[in-house]
């Protein structure tokens, strides 16, 4: 339980932080508009909607927190599962475990956000589990994928893999890599993440590499994607004139491999605590207009880590309950996009279309051989 006089301690110290957005020109216009008998909400501009998903964000961590974070710990994969088109839940191909990737650019907080997510909803206090760029941790370990648990517990239907980040300047060569990320079987824990220029490290830890492709681990298809993005550093970039950094995240969110099945994959905005309130909110919408998808469905702003360096959980209620909806978002995706079980006719059909193309294969370049052929037999 939380510790209610604890919060009342800090609450005049850290409100402003934690309702950062209270502190908008339009929030009393916002307000205004919440209490309105007749809403119109074709008369909600980007920003107040804004405004009024924060305020949802703030009601619902105080009343559903515990709630919600009690469904994660119970939940199995499958159990966000509808059944439709009078398929059985028998039929579909479920996994044991569903698979949420983590993907971003260098220094966007992807192991913060897994910090942050083993603190709300493993119980595990400040101890960082997953380790950031800004640690000191052997250079190895941004080299290779990492799979966490982050509930802590033997029965947990899910686990979050955190990744090596991209680079702005290798955006190509990134897709590529996500690509062979969202193939069948193409994650698994420890699996080696190597790009040009990374041949002169592996002598130097070779000793520590040795079991990174090890086949103990196990292979997972990945179901979910969050992709994380240094809202701070895209902003002030943009203020510069540089568009990189926002037109490479485009690449990365609009990129086939992750729309090809689940529909946009789920944003998460790191350090906009480093902006002031009003750019902080600019900055999500020009994200969000630029990647041509919703202002407050799908999208997150989440500090992961407060200005004296910890973990946000019970000093930003806000930010703990937006990663725990944030990953119950994407095991709802997960669930409701699992596959029918392939039968036996589906592989007799698909063995048959492929003998059927290699047959077509064949017969396509027959008449060059039976033109080559006689004139070979006509000059010996």
């Not at 301690?9 to 850290?14: L, M």
């Not at 103990?216 to 994380?228: A, I, L, S, T, Y």
């Amino acid at each position: 339980m939380r510790d209610e006089n604890f919060l009342n301690q800090h609450d005049e110290e850290s409100g402003a932080m934690n309702y950062w957005w209270r502190s908008s020109t339009k929030f009393v216009e916002c307000v205004k508009f919440k209490f309105e008998k007749m809403q119109n909400l074709s008369k909600m501009t980007p920003l107040l909607k804004v405004l009024r998903e924060m305020e949802r964000l703030y009601l619902m961590s105080t009343d559903s927190l515990d709630e919600l974070r009690q469904k994660l710990m119970s939940y199995k994969a499958g159990d966000f599962w509808v059944p439709v088109g009078g398929i059985n839940k028998d039929d579909m191909d479920i996994p044991p475990v569903n698979t949420i990737l983590l993907v971003g650019f260098h220094n966007s907080g992807k192991s913060s956000l897994v910090n942050l997510m083993y603190s709300v909803l493993g119980r595990s206090g400040l101890i960082p589990f997953a380790q950031t760029s800004s640690g000191n941790a052997c250079a190895y370990t941004t080299l290779m994928m990492e799979e966490h648990n982050v509930l802590r517990s033997a029965r947990s239907g899910f686990c979050i893999y955190d990744t090596r980040g991209f680079d702005y300047d290798g955006v190509d060569e990134a897709l590529l890599e996500l690509k062979e990320w969202m193939a069948p079987d193409g994650v698994h824990h420890k699996k080696l993440c190597l790009r040009p220029g990374d041949d002169v490290l592996l002598p130097i830890l070779d000793n520590k590499l040795e079991d990174a492709s090890s086949s103990m681990f196990m292979k997972r298809n990945v179901n979910c994607v969050m992709v994380v993005a240094n809202a701070s550093e895209i902003y002030v970039s943009l203020r510069l004139g540089d568009f990189k950094p926002l037109d490479a995240l485009k690449q990365l969110f609009c990129s086939p491999s992750l729309n090809q099945s689940n529909g946009n994959p789920i944003l998460i905005l790191t350090h906009g605590d480093k902006l002031s309130t009003e750019d902080r909110i600019d900055c999500r919408l020009k994200i969000s207009k630029h990647l041509g998808t919703s202002e407050t469905n799908g999208i997150y702003d989440i500090v992961c880590v407060t200005e004296y360096g910890l973990l946000a959980d019970e000093y930003d209620p806000i930010s703990a309950y937006a990663v725990t909806e944030a990953v119950y978002r994407a095991l709802l995706i997960s669930d409701r996009a699992q596959l029918v079980k392939k039968t036996f006719m589906d592989w007799a059909l698909y063995a048959l279309s492929w003998l059927l193309c290699f047959l077509a294969g064949i017969f396509a370049v027959w008449p060059m051989f039976s033109i080559v052929w006689p004139r070979n037999t006509k000059a010996s």
